[in-house]
């Protein structure tokens, strides 16, 4: 005899989001980083911010840190976020 | 039926465990079959529509239903019975202090630890005596096991998806223990924590693993939890320096040692927060010197304060064995208690 049995999983009923656009250069642009924080990843981008520069022309790189290296950005830097033309999301340990 | 969720036909109780496991919907164990009436029965006995909504978790604004819930914990074996408590943990866990979405998606590899006090511990018959933080009996270790299947498949929290744990440990697969409040000769946990002693209450805690440790040589209160706050003191240097809730799961034997002396929750409380301290320095002592700096002589409690401290009456009648429960990570995640059959979003009526 068959059994008929449940979906246990949320059948991707998360809310929708979208994509930002991609730029087509990095040339004069301003790049955001938000960083978890944690000790390590500051060499790592420091090393980062370098090669945006150097190697791609980044204009400016905006370095930002989360209050709570284990929590969502804080509103303050998001709303930050709507004045740089791409941001990184910087998860490091 | 008024349930929402995608139905399979398998051909028999095997191919069912095939097909979850083919999914990646369980955690590696055989599930129990969900079936239409089996999770019906669940919604009933804790009188709450297919549709209810449990709770969003506050970072990816995942929705869980009463129904989905109930879908994972019969496949951890839950009876209806059981499954109010479950709703109770599922719904402290959603609580923003608790930061469920950081806690489970770690590198640090915490499980949720329940603890759940109250008449409801007799009426679906838990233990908090013998082998307490072992899967001691059906309830605990059910519900617990619920926990997993929620995260694994509400909230995509599986091995190398959102959950990122290096290690994790194995209260992963089940974490639940009822405080033996019958033979505690203090407040029980959650009346502690606000909740009136005649009300059931589960209590949440982002937690590292059980260290378990060991006093029968002495009958004095201070000297026993010397060894407590030893313990916790050796998380300080080898795990995170930073302050949080802990737990300590304190045995008959020692228990009847402070019930002798006289000593209240409160004063265990507050001698661990005194004494459960460290100086950064220390860290010197393991092998991170490399992060102490120029701030070894900065203080650090284990403890924002003393009602950080869990403490929790539980284990088998001999032997003065204890454990200290570590934080995940400090302060970022809190203990989180709620009643069972409370309903925390809930509009007062209008009299």
Not at chain 1, 44 to 54: A, G, I, Q
Not at chain 2, 44 to 59: N, R, T
Not at chain 2, 145 to 161: A, Q, S
Not at chain 2, 308 to 314: C, F, S, W
Request: net charge negative; hydrophobic share 40%; with cysteine.
């Amino acid at each position: 005899m068959s059994l008929e049995i449940l979906d246990p999983t949320h059948e991707g009923d998360s809310g929708s989001f979208a994509l930002a656009s991609r730029l087509s250069v990095l040339e004069g642009t301003t790049v955001g980083i938000i960083s978890n924080g944690k000790k390590n990843t500051i060499p790592f981008f420091d090393s980062f911010e370098d090669e945006l520069k150097t190697t791609y022309g980044v204009a400016e790189v905006v370095r930002t840190i989360k209050s709570n290296y284990s929590a969502p950005a804080d509103a303050h830097l998001v709303e930050e976020a709507e004045n740089w033309d791409a941001v990184v999301a910087g998860i490091g340990d | 039926m008024s349930l929402a969720s995608k139905r399979y036909e398998v051909e028999d109780i095997l191919a069912a465990q095939e097909f979850y496991h083919s999914r990646k919907w369980t955690d590696g164990l055989p599930v129990v079959p969900p079936t239409s009436d089996a999770v019906q029965a669940c919604l009933d006995w804790a009188m709450l529509p297919a549709e209810h909504l449990i709770g969003i978790e506050p970072v990816r604004e995942r929705v869980i239903t009463a129904e989905k819930l109930a879908i994972n914990a019969v496949m951890a074996g839950c009876l209806p019975m059981h499954f109010p408590l479950v709703v109770a943990t599922v719904t402290a866990m959603l609580q923003e202090p608790f930061l469920v979405h950081g806690a489970t998606a770690s590198t640090g590899g915490c499980a949720v630890f329940v603890v759940i006090n109250g008449p409801v511990r007799q009426e679906v018959g838990m233990s908090g005596s013998f082998n307490a933080l072992g899967s001691s009996d059906r309830a605990t270790t059910v519900i617990g096991r619920t926990v997993r299947l929620v995260l694994c498949n509400l909230l995509d929290v599986r091995p190398g998806e959102i959950d990122r744990s290096t290690l994790g440990h194995p209260g992963k697969l089940s974490y639940c223990i009822a405080e033996d409040e019958e033979d505690c000769p203090w407040q029980s946990l959650s009346e502690n924590r606000g909740i009136p002693r005649d009300a059931s209450a589960v209590t949440v805690m982002a937690a590292g693993a059980p260290r378990q440790l060991m006093n029968e040589w002495t009958t004095k209160p201070e000297e026993i939890l010397d060894t407590f706050c030893a313990e916790i003191k050796a998380n300080l240097r080898h795990y995170s320096i930073y302050p949080g809730n802990y737990a300590i799961v304190i045995p008959p034997q020692l228990r009847q040692h402070f019930k002798d002396a006289g000593w209240s929750r409160r004063d265990i409380q507050e001698y661990v927060f005194e004494n459960a301290r460290i100086l950064r320095r220390e860290w010197a002592d393991v092998g991170k010197g490399n992060v102490v700096g120029g701030r070894g002589d900065q203080e650090y409690p284990a403890l924002p304060d003393p009602e950080h401290l869990l403490v929790i009456a539980a284990g088998g009648p001999a032997g003065g064995f204890g454990a200290v429960i570590p934080p995940w990570l400090g302060h970022k995640s809190k203990a989180v208690t709620v009643a069972v059959g409370a309903c925390l979003d809930c509009e007062p009526t209008a009299d």
